[in-house]
C-alpha cells in the first residue's frame, strides 16, 4: 500500500528553527509537495522536490532524498502566524498526490 | 471570481438525501480534483479530471458522482447521502495533472450529515 508518516505535532519557540519530517512509500514518485493549512482553511502550496537536495524560498527549505524516501520541511526564524498544519504529498505513477495527515505546528513565545 | 470558489460554504444534510457540492474555477486550468479531508487523516482524492470532458476515480469514490462539461466547473453529486460522509470537502485545480504543476484549493464545504 502507499503510505505517507509525518509526525503528529510539534511544538517550537517564536524565533527559533524547526524540521518537519516526512517519509513515504508510494507506487511510483514523481514529485513531493508541502503545503500549509491554518485551521478552518484551505491548503496552500508551500514547496516542491522532484530531484534530491534542497530547495530554499525565504525562511522555508525544504530537502528530499529518494533513495531513502525521506524529505524535510524546515522553518526558520518562526513567527506566530507559522502555527499551522504542515501536509506532505507524494505524486505517484498515476500522477495523483498521495496525502499525508499533516504536523501540526505550535509555537509558542 | 478570482481563483477557486466552492459552494455552500456549509450544510447539514438529512441521511438519504441527493446533494451537489458546485466548485467552479477561473484559471482555465485542466486538472480538476475533488477530496474529503476528516480528522487524523490526509486528503483523500474522490474523483478527478485531467481535461473538460474526463473524468477519473480517486481513493474513496463509492457514494459520489462527478461530471465535467466545460473547462470551469467540476460538481460533486451525493446520490443519497449517509453519515459517514459527513466530513470537509475541498475542490482544487492545476494547470496539468502532472510535473511541476502545484494544486491550487477553493476554500472548502463543511458537510453533516445526520
Known amino acids: 500500500g502507499q503510505n505517507i508518516d509525518q509526525p503528529t505535532e510539534m511544538t517550537a519557540t517564536e524565533g527559533a528553527i524547526v524540521q518537519i519530517n516526512c517519509t513515504y512509500q508510494?507506487?511510483?514518485?514523481?514529485?513531493l509537495f508541502w503545503y500549509q493549512q491554518h485551521a478552518g482553511e484551505a491548503p496552500t502550496f508551500l514547496s516542491y522536490?522532484?530531484l534530491d537536495g534542497l530547495e530554499e524560498k525565504g525562511r522555508f527549505s525544504s530537502f528530499l532524498s529518494r533513495s531513502k524516501g525521506y524529505s524535510y520541511l524546515l522553518l526558520k526564524e518562526l513567527q506566530m502566524k507559522d502555527s499551522a498544519s504542515y501536509l506532505c504529498?507524494?505524486?505517484?505513477?498515476?500522477?495523483?498526490?498521495?496525502w499525508g495527515a499533516g504536523t501540526k505546528l505550535i509555537i509558542k513565545p | 471570481i478570482a481563483g477557486i470558489t466552492q459552494a455552500p460554504t456549509s450544510q447539514i444534510l438529512a441521511a438519504g438525501r441527493r446533494m451537489t457540492l458546485r466548485c467552479t474555477q477561473d484559471?482555465?486550468?485542466?486538472?480538476m480534483y475533488w477530496y474529503r479531508q476528516d480528522l487524523g487523516l490526509g486528503l483523500r482524492l474522490i474523483h478527478y479530471?485531467?481535461?473538460?470532458?474526463?473524468?477519473g476515480k480517486g481513493e474513496v469514490p463509492d457514494g459520489y458522482s462527478v461530471s465535467r462539461a466545460n473547462t470551469d466547473d467540476f460538481p460533486l453529486t451525493l446520490a443519497s447521502a449517509v453519515p459517514s460522509q459527513t466530513s470537509v470537502y475541498f475542490c482544487?485545480?492545476?494547470?496539468?495533472?502532472?510535473?511541476?504543476?502545484?494544486?491550487?484549493f477553493g476554500p472548502g464545504t463543511r458537510l453533516t450529515v445526520l
Open positions: 479530471s485531467n481535461t473538460a470532458g474526463t473524468t
Open positions: 484559471m482555465r486550468h485542466n486538472a
Open positions: 504529498a507524494v505524486r505517484d505513477s498515476n500522477y495523483q498526490l498521495i
Open positions: 508510494t507506487s511510483g514518485f514523481n514529485g
Open positions: 522536490n522532484v
Open positions: 482544487a485545480s492545476s494547470a496539468e495533472s502532472g510535473g511541476y504543476n502545484e494544486q491550487f
